[in-house]
């Protein structure tokens, strides 16, 4: 497989091979896509919570906090 990449980012995977963090391009690659999937899949399921807390909403399926203490009391579960 071969991939293209602008000056910037094959000079940013050269720094970290060069900073003794990596042992080589393929690290850094696996590492970068690893933390992309992993924000991929976040976003995913951040995206559904805000679909579900929009729909229960609209639903009427609130709470009226009246202070932080309340806020955080509830927060912590």
Not at 3 to 13: G, K, M
Not at 22 to 44: C, F, G, I, T
Not at 47 to 64: H, I, P, S, V
Request: include cysteine; glycine fraction near 6%.
């Amino acid at each position: 497989m071969n991939i293209s990449l602008t000056p910037h980012y094959e000079n940013l995977v050269k720094e970290c091979v060069e900073s003794g963090r990596y042992n080589n391009v393929s690290e850094v690659m696996r590492e970068a896509l690893r933390a992309w999937e992993k924000n991929h899949y976040y976003e995913d399921w951040l995206r559904e919570q805000a679909q579900q807390g929009y729909a229960d909403m609209l639903a009427g399926k609130t709470l009226k906090i009246n202070s932080k203490e309340e806020f955080v009391k509830l927060a912590k579960g």
